[in-house]
């Protein structure tokens, strides 16, 4: 406990500075969340959602994984992503990644680390199929980097082939999806420009 009395030194100081501007911060917050954005980033440490994007607890509803990775069999990304929509009712899904994702780096070599290496499959399996495009890159950052960005490209996609959005969609709804990825080197965002916002954007096979 002791090791780790200074987290909660931080809490306590952390916890004073918003009630210093707003008394009634926490009371408000307790009463209900009403984010406009869901957030599905990757776990990595240096990429806190709400500190990115400059966001106050309340503001945006995240979930992250390794690789940032919306798998259609993930109950628990599955879960977030229609608790969002279907009740609290977001306007956006950003699905965001990173450049240098150690995720991404694994999955394009052939070490073996254990059970992760089936979470990433998915990863591999992008790379097999954009072999030629990936490895045409002249340094190994270029490499990774651009299976980053289509890992990114593809996780977007797969929100919005999930029933929880063709539904949304369907019933008129407004939620759009939106593909970003973060430079650890610079704390910048770039839009990858994939936004999608109705089922005309996506292919009809998924269509319902
Ligand atoms: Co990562």
């Known amino acids: ?34 984010p406009r954005y869901l957030w599905v980033g990757c776990s990595d440490s240096r990429v806190p959602a709400n500190e990115i994007v400059g966001l106050n607890p309340g503001e945006i509803f995240v979930h992250r994984n390794v690789a940032n990775l919306v798998i259609h069999t993930d109950l628990n990304c599955l879960s977030v992503i229609q608790y969002a929509v279907d009740v609290l009712k977001v306007g956006h899904i950003i699905v965001c990644g990173h450049y240098g994702c150690g995720g991404v780096s694994s999955a394009m070599s052939n070490q073996e680390l254990g059970l992760i290496d089936n979470w990433l499959m998915d990863i591999k399996d992008l790379y097999h199929r954009n072999r030629s495009l990936v ?64 089922q005309g954007q996506t292919s009809p096979i998924y269509h319902l």
């Open 1 to 34: 406990m002791d090791d780790l009395q200074h987290l909660f030194d931080n809490n306590n100081r952390w916890a004073e500075r918003h009630k210093q501007q707003d008394p009634d911060f926490f009371l408000g917050l307790s009463r209900q969340q009403a």
């Open 135 to 198: 490895d045409g890159q002249p340094t190994e950052t270029q490499r990774l980097d651009l299976l980053c960005e289509l890992n990114v490209k593809t996780q977007a996609a797969n929100v919005g082939h999930t029933a929880i959005i063709q539904n949304a969609w369907r019933r008129g709804q407004k939620v759009t999806i939106h593909g970003w990825i973060y430079s650890i080197q610079d704390g910048l965002l770039r839009d990858l420009g994939v936004s999608v916002s109705g």
